[in-house]
């Protein structure tokens, strides 16, 4: 069907018999065609093959068809990736995928490229990653059923200034730091975290007022390279973005602390496992290169 489709919408396209198809071949499949439809679709006249006023009509609505079974195939061919071991899916959060994951993704595929990826990012952990996933890396305390835990990096947040600020502004302390440009989270996601240094003295600060909100913690985290203000970011900012000119201020004072997990599912072929092994000995190589601590999980 694919075939015989195809070669009638090039014809319908070029007026002419596909070069690679044999004549004789090209009709057969265009009378099967018109058996199956119940009307002509090409005709001779004066020794030229064109198309009737039916497969003109007919022509959009057979790309459409071809089109449709081709997107078909190439979606079950995806579904059928989380099934084959010679593929890895792993789940990850936005923000990681975008920054330190992309580098142990480009390892993975310069040093095992027999090996597939098929990546799931959101911003939440959904059923779809969770159900679909070899791999997770997550800033997540769940515990999944299906998953082992095995290790975990933190992210201790404070906050921090950029040097371009400290020179203008000089180094905030605790006694002037409501005097300071506050850049602060204005999203739902997680504000116990990003906006911690707005609720008061819970973690030993006054409370601060905000110069400028945004929902993107990405966009916060360059505002405060750029100078543009103070604002919580965590202790692997250089890592995580690439960002080296940040110092942390007011260092009497710490936010939270947040764990990411490594999660491999449980009960996968040997192959999948082994596979998984290879993407977690990469990650944690690209972790200690860049001095960062990996944890353990005892709670398995």
């Not at 110092?247 to 710490?254: A, E, G, R, T, Y």
Request: glycine residues 6%; hydrophobic residues 35%.
């Amino acid at each position: 069907m694919i075939k015989e489709f195809g070669n009638f919408i090039q014809f319908a396209e070029t007026n002419e018999i596909p070069i690679e198809v044999p004549v004789e071949k090209f009709l057969l499949q265009i009378r099967n065609m018109e058996s199956e439809i119940g009307h002509k679709i090409i005709k001779k006249i004066q020794g030229k093959y064109i198309l009737t006023e039916f497969g003109r009509n007919f022509y959009p609505y057979a790309k459409r068809s071809l089109q449709n079974v081709k997107e078909g195939i190439n979606i079950s061919d995806e579904c059928n990736a989380y099934e084959s071991d010679n593929y890895i899916v792993i789940g990850i959060a936005r923000d990681s995928a975008y920054t330190w994951a992309l580098e142990c993704i480009r390892g993975f595929n310069k040093f095992h490229p027999g090996l597939r990826l098929v990546i799931l990012v959101d911003d939440k952990l959904t059923d779809e990653i969770i159900e679909k996933s070899t791999i997770i890396f997550w800033c997540s305390e769940r515990n999944l059923p299906e998953y082992d835990k095995l290790w975990y990096i933190e992210y201790r947040y404070g906050l921090y200034a950029s040097d371009d600020y400290i020179d203008k502004y000089g180094i905030p302390t605790l006694n002037n730091i409501v005097t300071h440009k506050i850049i602060a989270y204005s999203g739902k996601d997680r504000p116990e975290v990003t906006n911690w240094h707005l609720l008061g003295n819970e973690y030993g600060l006054p409370k601060l007022t905000p110069t400028i909100l945004s929902q993107s913690r990405d966009l916060i985290t360059k505002m405060i390279s750029e100078g543009l203000g103070i604002g919580s970011a965590s202790d692997h900012q250089d890592a995580y973005y690439g960002y080296n000119n940040l110092q942390q201020v007011v260092k009497l004072v710490n936010g939270p602390v947040l764990k990411s997990y490594f999660f491999v599912k449980k009960g996968i072929s040997h192959q999948k496992r082994d596979n998984a092994g290879l993407f977690d000995r990469l990650f944690k190589k690209y972790f200690d290169e860049n001095k960062i601590d990996i944890f353990l999980n005892n709670d398995n």
